[in-house]
């Protein structure tokens, strides 16, 4: 099924946390979440009324679709599929430039600030210097954070492999980005990479301010067996939803592993296939502080108060007064 026009379809369920009850507030790079959901990059457009309806819902954060410097108009239609076990999309990063995006910021700031919801600027570029320009300009709205989507191809390189692919360049990028933006610096990586904690590490160490991980995993390809031809235009596309939560936990934990070993502070955003409370503590349980949630948006905005919840009852149950209590704790405890 086709899941653009579910879009449309998300409904508001919005519940907070009890004030005397288990704290869910957690502090990433310096700047407060009200709970450690996120949404994740990409999975709603941008407009006063998402927004709205995003915080009411009870969100934690909210990461923008990414942006390039010049508006993309991206591929064709059908860009989004849920084949059963999860999504596969081939957007093609459509979305209206930096321009439009500083001023969508700028109006969405106004909006959240009454419920303390923070924005994370996603942006994304195809050579070094353009994410220098694009870090400056973004800075511009003023986000709370800006992560950096670095599974893009970069131009300048021989085979026009992925920034993410390679820990050097992925290094290079976070020092330009560092030295133009106003604010922490979140470097999201690709789960498509041999060693994903030697990345980790590299821009960590180039000073990344946190690690998102994981953007979605492939490409993979899903056919219509009836016409025989792929269920999307583009013909492949990127993985994401339950099927990959997995590989996701594993990206986690080996970053966090890694990061831990080299006594790096750098803090993860826990992303892919997180649907339910269980799914996201899973993820801080492997050491992400906060949990970014993408494909499970589609069912509907109710996922973020199920979310926070159900972290509700396994803290109570636990007798964790806040999240930190319980952050990496399965670290020591996998081989
Ligand atoms: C429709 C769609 C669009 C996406 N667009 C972006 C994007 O613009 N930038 C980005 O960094 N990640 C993008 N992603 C990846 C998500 O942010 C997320 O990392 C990935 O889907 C895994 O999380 P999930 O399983 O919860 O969806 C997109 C994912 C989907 C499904």
Redo the contacts with the bound molecule.
């Keep these: 099924m086709a899941v653009a026009q579910l879009h449309a379809d998300v409904h508001t369920n919005a519940v907070t946390a009890a004030g005397s009850g288990p704290q869910l507030a957690v502090t990433l790079c310096g700047v407060r979440f009200p709970n450690p959901t996120v949404l994740?990059?990409?999975?709603l457009g941008l407009s006063e009324q998402v927004f709205a309806r995003l915080a009411q819902a009870g969100v934690g954060g909210i990461?923008t679709?990414?942006c390039s410097l010049k508006p993309r108009a991206g591929w064709p239609n059908p860009?989004?599929v849920n084949w059963g076990e999860?999504?596969i999309?081939a957007?093609g990063?459509s979305?209206p430039g930096v321009e439009v995006m500083v001023e969508e910021i700028r109006a969405a700031k106004k909006l959240l600030a009454p419920y303390g919801v923070p924005i994370v600027a996603?942006i994304?570029a195809n050579t070094i210097y353009d994410f220098g320009v694009l870090a400056r300009y973004v800075s511009e709205a003023e986000p709370d954070l800006i992560?950096v989507?670095i599974?893009c191809p970069n131009l300048d390189a021989q085979h026009e492999e992925m920034f993410s692919s390679n820990a050097y360049v992925s290094a290079q990028v976070t020092r330009v980005v560092k030295r133009n933006a106003n604010c922490p610096v979140v470097m999201?990586l690709s789960p498509n990479v041999e060693d994903i904690a030697a990345i980790a590490i590299s821009v960590a160490n180039a000073g990344a301010d946190a690690i998102?991980a994981?953007?979605?995993l492939g490409p993979g390809l899903v056919l219509d067996i009836e016409t025989a031809r792929p269920v999307l235009a583009n013909g492949t596309g990127?993985v994401?939803?339950?099927a990959?939560?997995p590989i996701?936990v594993r990206c986690v934990r080996d970053i966090c592993q890694a990061l831990r070993n080299a006594g790096l502070k750098t803090q993860v955003i826990g992303?892919?296939?997180?649907t339910t409370a269980r799914d996201a503590i899973e993820m801080i349980l492997v050491g992400a502080t906060c949990v970014?949630?993408?494909?499970?948006v589609y069912r509907g905005l109710g996922v973020f108060s199920e979310v926070t919840s159900g972290l509700v009852d396994y803290m109570t149950r636990h007798d964790y007064e806040g999240v930190e209590q319980f952050r990496g704790r399965a670290l020591d405890r996998i081989k």
Excluded: D, Q
Excluded at 271 to 274: A, E, M
Excluded at 292 to 296: E, F, K, L, V, Y
């Design positions: 994740a990059s990409g999975i990461t679709k990414s860009t989004i999860g999504l999309n957007i990063l979305n996603s994304f992560e989507n599974s999201k998102c994981i953007n979605s990127g994401s939803g339950p990959i939560r996701a992303t892919g296939g997180v970014g949630i993408g494909s499970a």
